[in-house]
């Protein structure tokens, strides 16, 4: 939508880094989301009001609850989750905007400021609070900040001449008295939908303000080169936008001034470049823990609000030891780990094999800390697999007797971290399937971290089962065998949307994956490491992750066109 509606701030926003894209695209959909309901042209006054109230008031709700059953809500919530973005100002400046249902009349410009300030400023200043977070600061002078308002004011003035048609459709000026009355008839041409010497005389006054108002070179200065950028390319989007404001001349008043591709091309070009550089000169990072996100600005001294889940933090590492900081362009979406060698751990002790089991445990849960620490996304474990059925039955039932445990007992109770569980539910204990069913749908709304859990996993058994589905599809004609695309696969796994392996590791000694995920690990970067499972800590996760920021990642590609 925003690519028909809206293009120059459809290029922006893909000018930044892909990191930072999904938040951006969050923000800009609930503000135009908003603006929509506002707008409806088919409904009432009080019905756009009624409608634009509850999308606010359920946000606050989804905030607390830290999901969404709407999506433009729910990638929100998602964004301010992981920046630790604080929507309080963005929430004010919605509320702000709902006086919007009813006609805006605005004596003077300190009037039509104060509006412009007060629900235009919140949005650029949560993009501002974005960049902060991700190490790419906007400082902003404090001989600047009268600067940097007046740009705003001057977008927004910007954007009022190119709705003009649209906001006269609706019988509305959004203009001050002031300036209407400087240009004496104007205003009743506009009603009248007449270009008149006094209209063309006034748009011609509002651009020229606006022009100045978004020319404010010193505003970048001290700034990062990322959003320097950003600020220079809207600035020639909206001057390149008040060119064809000036050039539409009478067509103004009835439908929206554009500029064409070529001008817009004109300063998109240079900026690609300009900005693929800057962006180039400082990783962009995420915060290493995503945070539950407020609307209600810093928590009083009375704890977290009624009905609000607040996340335990992992325990330190006994060492004290914090994890590193990974470049997001260094970071594996997606760690898999083969957690061997707790027999072998266990016979070295002269204990039983179970021992080592259980020491593993432990082991697993020390991964799950460092990967919450260190703001992985997914990990996969491989608890226990198809073939090791071929063990004692001893220990197998030792097996899934600690898996059992480890369920009841919930080491991971009230952390960020949604477990779900891969495998076949055939020869398991009913209790144990029902139970890793349970935990997955208690934690689903856990944005925080994925861990799956493998346990009588097999990756052929996944193959084959994924397989006779695409065949049963075929068989019933939802599916031309002749079509079959990898995606088609993909859909068709036990977990239709784990993503990639980035990093397979696995401990132990062995070079082998064991029949563990053909499908996800065909590019993933192995790592072989030969301590026991026992015997590793976060650590190890940490210097895996770090070590794998140092691969090269092709992908088949010759190495000039390499891309991590
Ligand atoms: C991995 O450790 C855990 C499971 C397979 C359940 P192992 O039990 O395979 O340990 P080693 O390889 O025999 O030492
Ligand atoms: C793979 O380890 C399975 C798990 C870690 C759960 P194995 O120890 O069973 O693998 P092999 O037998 O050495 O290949
Ligand atoms: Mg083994």
Same mark, same amino acid.
């Given at each position: 939508m925003t690519r028909g509606e809206d293009p120059g701030a459809y290029a922006l926003i893909r000018l930044l880094p892909r990191v930072l894209r999904p938040a951006c695209w969050a923000v800009w959909a609930a503000v135009s989301n908003l603006d929509d309901l506002i707008d409806d042209r088919d409904a009432t006054d009080a019905e756009r009001a009624a409608r634009a109230e509850s999308w606010i008031t359920a946000l606050e709700a989804d905030l607390v609850s830290g999901t969404s059953t709407d999506p433009v809500r729910l990638a929100l919530v998602d964004a301010a989750t992981r920046w630790h973005l604080d929507l309080s100002g963005l929430r004010d400046g919605m509320v702000v905007s709902l006086g919007d249902v009813h006609r805006r009349h605005f004596d003077d410009w300190a009037q039509w400021r104060a509006w412009s300030r007060g629900h235009v400023a919140p949005v650029y200043d949560l993009f501002r609070d974005l960049f902060d977070r991700a190490g790419a600061p906007v400082l902003l002078r404090l001989d600047r900040q009268a600067g940097y308002e007046q740009f705003i004011h001057g977008a927004r003035l910007t954007d009022t001449l190119t709705d003009l048609a649209a906001d006269l459709a609706e019988n509305r000026v959004l203009l001050p008295r002031e300036i209407l009355e400087q240009f004496p008839g104007a205003e009743d041409d506009l009603g009248h939908g007449r270009w008149s010497t006094a209209t063309a005389a006034l748009v011609a006054e509002l651009t020229g303000l606006a022009r100045r108002w978004v020319t404010q070179p010193g505003l970048t200065h001290g700034m990062h080169p990322g959003p320097a950028v950003t600020v220079t390319t809207l600035t020639g989007l909206l001057l390149a936008q008040l060119d064809a404001v000036e050039a539409a001349g009478p067509a103004l008043l009835r439908s929206q001034a554009r500029p064409s591709p070529v001008a817009r091309a004109r300063v998109l070009v240079p900026a690609r470049i300009r900005s693929s550089l800057a962006w180039s000169l400082t990783p962009v990072t995420m915060p290493a823990t995503p945070r539950r996100p407020t609307a209600t600005g810093p928590r009083t001294a009375g704890g977290?609000?009624?009905? %609000?889940?607040?996340?335990?933090?992992?325990?330190?590492?006994?060492?004290?030891?914090?994890?590193?900081?990974?470049? #997001?362009?260094?970071?594996?979406? &997606?760690?898999?780990?083969?957690?061997?060698?707790?027999?072998?751990?266990?016979?070295?002790?002269?204990?039983?094999?179970?021992?080592?089991?259980?020491?593993?445990?432990?082991?697993?849960?020390?991964?799950? !800390?460092?990967?919450?620490?260190?703001?992985?996304?997914?990990?996969? #474990? !491989?608890?226990?697999? +198809?073939?090791?059925?071929?063990?004692?039955?001893?220990?197998?039932?030792?097996?899934?007797?600690?898996?059992? &445990?480890?369920?009841?007992?919930?080491?991971?109770?009230?952390?960020? #971290?949604?477990?779900?569980?891969?495998?076949?539910? /055939?020869?398991?204990? %009913?209790d144990l399937v029902e139970s890793l069913r349970r935990k997955e749908t208690t934690t689903r709304t856990r944005t925080g971290l994925t861990c799956t859990l493998c346990f009588n996993y097999g990756g052929r058994d996944e193959i084959t089962r994924a397989a006779a589905a695409l065949a049963r599809a075929?068989?019933?004609?939802?599916?031309?065998?002749?079509?079959?695309? /990898?995606?088609?696969?993909?859909? &068709?796994?036990?977990?239709t949307d784990l993503p990639d392996v980035d990093l397979l590791w696995?401990?132990?000694?062995?070079?082998? +994956?064991?029949?563990?995920?053909?499908?996800? %690990? +065909? !590019?993933?970067?192995?790592?072989?490491?030969?301590? !026991?499972?026992?015997?590793?800590?976060?650590?190890?996760?940490?210097? %895996?992750?770090? /070590?794998?920021?140092?691969?090269?990642?092709r992908h088949g590609a010759a190495r000039t066109a390499q891309r991590r």
């Open positions: 977290p609000p009624p009905g %609000a889940t607040e996340f335990r933090q992992p325990p330190r590492h006994p060492s004290g030891c914090r994890p590193p900081r990974i470049g #997001v362009e260094a970071m594996p979406a &997606h760690v898999a780990i083969v957690m061997d060698g707790n027999g072998r751990w266990a016979e070295h002790r002269g204990l039983p094999r179970s021992e080592g089991h259980r020491a593993g445990a432990d082991a697993l849960h020390e991964m799950v !800390y460092g990967a919450l620490e260190i703001g992985l996304s997914h990990l996969t #474990v !491989y608890g226990f697999s +198809t073939e090791n059925w071929r063990r004692d039955t001893e220990e197998v039932e030792g097996i899934m007797g600690l898996l059992r &445990h480890e369920l009841d007992d919930d080491p991971f109770r009230s952390l960020d #971290v949604h477990l779900r569980w891969s495998g076949r539910s /055939e020869k398991l204990p %009913a075929a068989q019933a004609g939802d599916l031309d065998p002749g079509a079959i695309g /990898e995606e088609d696969f993909a859909r &068709h796994l036990t977990l696995r401990t132990g000694g062995e070079q082998r +994956t064991s029949n563990f995920l053909p499908w996800h %690990a +065909t !590019y993933a970067e192995l790592h072989f490491t030969p301590d !026991y499972w026992p015997d590793v800590d976060r650590r190890d996760l940490w210097k %895996a992750i770090t /070590e794998y920021g140092h691969r090269q990642r």
